[in-house]
C-alpha cells in the first residue's frame, strides 16, 4: 500500500481528531517512543462492506491509517481511541518471521494489547456494532 503524499494526511476529523488521540496514547502508554504520522484514510465509493479494516500500520513509512467510517459521533472516542492504540502497537512489537511465516499479531502483541484498559470495552462496542462499521462514512 503507497503512502499518501505527507499534504493529504488529514488528521482532524469530522468527529475525532487523530493527531489529539496518539499524542495521548504515546505519552501515557508508549513513553513518548512512538514515531509516526496519522491520518485519516480515503473514503471510498458508497457500497456497503462486507468486512473493514479499521486501521493500517505502514512499517516503512511510520504511518497509521484509521478508516474514515471511524470518523463519526456514533463512534466513542475510546473505540477510536483502541484502534489507534493497536496501530500504534505495531511499532512496537513488529510483525516476524517464524518457520516460513509472517507473525503479525503474536503472542507478545495479544498480551499488551489485552493489557491496554479498554480492550474489552472497544471489543464489544465493535461486536455490538458491526454494522455502524460496515455502513457508509458519509
Known amino acids: 500500500v503507497a503512502a499518501p503524499r505527507a499534504d493529504r494526511l488529514t488528521t482532524r476529523g469530522r468527529a475525532h481528531d487523530l493527531q489529539a488521540v496518539i499524542d495521548r496514547?504515546?505519552?501515557e502508554h508508549f513513553d513518548g517512543r512512538i514515531e509516526a504520522r496519522?491520518?485519516?484514510?480515503?473514503?471510498?465509493?458508497?457500497?456497503?462492506?462486507?468486512?473493514?479494516?479499521?486501521?493500517?500500520y505502514l512499517h516503512d513509512a511510520r504511518l497509521i491509517r484509521?478508516?474514515?467510517?471511524?470518523?463519526?459521533?456514533?463512534v466513542p472516542a475510546f473505540y477510536v481511541a483502541a484502534v489507534v492504540f493497536h496501530e500504534m502497537l505495531h511499532q512496537v512489537v513488529p510483525a516476524r518471521e517464524a518457520?516460513?511465516?509472517?507473525i503479525v499479531h503474536g503472542p507478545e502483541f495479544r498480551r499488551r494489547e489485552r493489557a491496554y484498559p479498554d480492550h474489552a470495552r472497544a471489543r464489544a462496542w465493535e461486536e455490538r456494532h458491526l454494522g455502524l462499521l460496515l455502513s457508509s462514512p458519509v
Not at 484509521?66 to 456514533?74: Q, V
Open 66 to 74: 484509521i478508516h474514515p467510517t471511524l470518523d463519526r459521533p456514533e
Open 99 to 102: 518457520r516460513g511465516r509472517r
Open 38 to 56: 496519522i491520518g485519516w484514510g480515503p473514503v471510498r465509493g458508497g457500497t456497503r462492506r462486507r468486512s473493514v479494516k479499521t486501521g493500517v
Open 25 to 27: 496514547l504515546n505519552a
